[in-house]
Every structure is written in structure tokens, then in C-alpha cells.
């Protein structure tokens, strides 16, 4: 007998991706629910070939359910995760809300599944940052290889990664821009078609953005805390994927062979490098793909044991729902979690 699986945030870019690999991977489910805010009762979404009516957050009952996968926002998570997890079911959070909490384990699969156990401590696992979750599965066995010391990495995020919002943004202003119509700014803080915005999530006091104090925080949590990172967190005029320029400092020395070597064993990880014009991978070809894309390998001569390096990934999958799908088998394949129905 399969698990039953709740979809929180069904309406969303990310709760219909989910849906979507929940269907593709065959999850052993034996019932999956679509779940969104009151508004969105009785929206229509696909699971596979189902069609699945949404039902409201507020009125559901998920004494029955096995894994959650929450997607609905941090505020959401904050007072819905809890009580959720009282109820019985495994949350698998894709907001920010429990990433830092130390009861909560912070996974990436290919990099850290085995705290996936841990749990059970507050019944919730915490999904990364998109940018931090394509960025661990390449560090992570360069790190096992030859022990990194510190990272430089500027992000180029699609606007996908605000929401759908932000992608009806970057949809109107480029359609006003070929009309000649009026270019309304309203999810982003400057216009965003034809520019770039060196500004994601909120700035902090040290001059940083949240979204660049995430991607240190959690890479700390996920992989060492010992590993050094600086990040500058930039939006790009792109629907779907994440790019990242990657500098990477090593203690032991490293070559450009042998990273290749290492990437090209690496679970979750496609090497395509090739120097000459096209020979690398960009967000156009990582969307709608699971793997992160690796490209541009290179010496770094300004630093002892230096490499730089490209990484694209979907920030819709593996930044999000892929990977929640993933800690979900984890779940399963380990035999931590057991069907309610098939226990009783």
C-alpha cells in the first residue's frame, strides 16, 4: 500500500511543479491532494493524468496524510507546519521559514540525506534556497575531493524565482516595451525586462540582502560550517533557471581535469564544457531538467588551488520541487516513514 501525499500551495509555480514529479518520478502514492487557500477552492490541477480538485487549507483534515509538501509561503508554514506535523505528517517546507531552526534538517539529497532521520524531532524538513540547492550538489564533492575553503558566487536568478508574479511582471513590461505602452513596476523594485537587479529579498544591516545571507547560512548548515562564502544575489530577465559564476578556493590543490572527473561521477550533476562557442550550458536548456548543469571550468590564478566555474540549473525542480520530491523518497527508501494505511 502507497502514502498519502498533501500538496500545500497546489495553485502556485512550485505546488504544480511537485505535482508534476510527484507524477513523472511514480511516487507510491495511493492518494495525492491538492491543497490551497480558501480563494482557491475547487481550482482545477493536473496530477499525471488526473485532474485533482483543490481543497481549502483551512478546512482540511490530515490525520491521514503521510508526507505534506508545503509550498504556500513562509507566514503560512510558520502556524500551518506545526500543527500538521501534530497531526501526523511529515512536512517538507519549500519556504525559508524552518531552514535555521537547528531542530529542522536543511537537505539536499546528493549532498546531506543522511540528516533526512533527524526528522523526527519536529516532524519537518526544510527545503533550501533555490540558489543555495543547485550550488551544494557541485560544491559537495569538490569538498569530499580536496576540502574547500571559501567560495565567491554571483547569482543571475530567474524571475520565476518571485513567483508567478514576477513572471507576469517580466511578461506585461516586455510587452510594453514592443507596444510602446507604459512599463509598470510592481513586484520588482526597477523595471526588470532588458535590465538586471543586483537586489533579491529584503537588505540587511551589513549592506548584504537576505537572499545573499541565505545562501552563506545555508551552505554552512548543509554542507561545512566551516566553508567561507560571499554571495551577490542578482535578477535576471529570465522565466526559468538559475545561473551562477562560481570561485572557488581550495586547501588541497585541484585541476581542471580532475574536477571534471569528480562532476562527471557526481550524483545530480551534467558536465558540459566544451571551449568553444556553445559549449556550455545556459537556463534556456536547464529548464524543465533535473540535473545542474556545470560549464566554464577553469583555473583561478589569483588564489592558491583556485577554480572558477558556471552552473545552471532549474530553480523550479531541483531549487524546489524536485528536491522536496526527492527528500520525500529519502523518506521512503530508508524506511523512516510508514503508510498510516498500511500501519493500521
Given at each position: 500500500m502507497g502514502y498519502k501525499i498533501a500538496v500545500v500551495g497546489a495553485t502556485g509555480n512550485v505546488g504544480r511543479e511537485m505535482l508534476e514529479i510527484l507524477a513523472e518520478r511514480r511516487f507510491p502514492a495511493d492518494e495525492v491532494v491538492a491543497i490551497a487557500s480558501r480563494r482557491s477552492q475547487g481550482v482545477e490541477v493536473s496530477y499525471g493524468d488526473k485532474i485533482l480538485k483543490v481543497k481549502a487549507l483551512e478546512h482540511y483534515d490530515f490525520s491521514d496524510v503521510d508526507i505534506c509538501l508545503m509550498s504556500a509561503g513562509g507566514s503560512v508554514s510558520k502556524e500551518w507546519s506545526p500543527k500538521i506535523a501534530a497531526a501526523g505528517a511529515v512536512v517538507?517546507?519549500?519556504?525559508?521559514?524552518?531552514?535555521?531552526?537547528?531542530?529542522?534538517?536543511?537537505i539536499v539529497p546528493e549532498v546531506?540525506?543522511?540528516?533526512?532521520?533527524?526528522f523526527r524531532k519536529k516532524g519537518i524538513i526544510a527545503n533550501p534556497n533555490c540558489s543555495t540547492a543547485q550550488l551544494v550538489v557541485v560544491l559537495k564533492p569538490l569538498h569530499d575531493k580536496a576540502k574547500i575553503k571559501r567560495?565567491?558566487?554571483?547569482?543571475?536568478?530567474?524571475?520565476?524565482?518571485?513567483?508567478?508574479?514576477?513572471?507576469?511582471?517580466?511578461?506585461?513590461?516586455?510587452?510594453?516595451?514592443?507596444?510602446?505602452?507604459?512599463?509598470?513596476?510592481?513586484?520588482?523594485p526597477k523595471r526588470i525586462a532588458f535590465n538586471v537587479i543586483p537586489h533579491i529579498d529584503v537588505f540587511m544591516d551589513d549592506g548584504s540582502t537576505k537572499e545573499e545571507w541565505k545562501m552563506v547560512a545555508e551552505t554552512k548548515k548543509i554542507l561545512d560550517s566551516r566553508?567561507?562564502?560571499?554571495?551577490?544575489?542578482?535578477?535576471?530577465?529570465?522565466?526559468?533557471?538559475?545561473?551562477?559564476?562560481?570561485?572557488?578556493?581550495?586547501?588541497?590543490?585541484?585541476?581542471?581535469?580532475?574536477?571534471?572527473?569528480?562532476?562527471?561521477?557526481?550524483?545530480?550533476?551534467?558536465?558540459?564544457?566544451?571551449?568553444?562557442?556553445?559549449?556550455?550550458?545556459?537556463?534556456?536548456?536547464?529548464?524543465?531538467?533535473?540535473?545542474?548543469?556545470?560549464?566554464?571550468?577553469?583555473?583561478?590564478?589569483?588564489?592558491?588551488?583556485?577554480?572558477?566555474?558556471?552552473?545552471?540549473?532549474?530553480?523550479?525542480?531541483?531549487?524546489?520541487?524536485?528536491?522536496?520530491v526527492q527528500i520525500a523518497e529519502c523518506l521512503v527508501n530508508r524506511k523512516l516513514l510508514q503508510a498510516k494505511k498500511k500501519a493500521a
Open positions: 517538507i517546507d519549500n519556504s525559508s521559514a524552518w531552514r535555521y531552526d537547528s531542530d529542522v534538517p536543511l546531506n540525506a543522511d540528516a533526512v532521520a533527524d567560495v565567491v558566487v554571483s547569482t543571475y536568478q530567474s524571475v520565476s524565482g518571485a513567483g508567478k508574479d514576477g513572471m507576469d511582471e517580466l511578461d506585461r513590461q516586455t510587452k510594453a516595451i514592443y507596444s510602446l505602452g507604459e512599463i509598470e513596476t510592481k513586484k520588482f566553508i567561507k562564502l560571499h554571495a551577490t544575489c542578482v535578477r535576471v530577465p529570465v522565466f526559468i533557471g538559475h545561473s551562477e559564476a562560481v570561485n572557488i578556493e581550495f586547501e588541497n590543490p585541484i585541476s581542471v581535469d580532475e574536477v571534471h572527473e569528480v562532476l562527471r561521477r557526481a550524483p545530480g550533476v551534467l558536465v558540459i564544457d566544451k571551449r568553444e562557442p556553445g559549449g556550455y550550458a545556459t537556463p534556456y536548456e536547464a529548464a524543465g531538467e533535473d540535473a545542474t548543469y556545470v560549464s566554464r571550468v577553469r583555473d583561478d590564478p589569483t588564489v592558491d588551488n583556485g577554480i572558477a566555474l558556471w552552473c545552471v540549473s532549474d530553480n523550479l525542480r531541483k531549487g524546489a520541487a524536485l528536491n522536496a
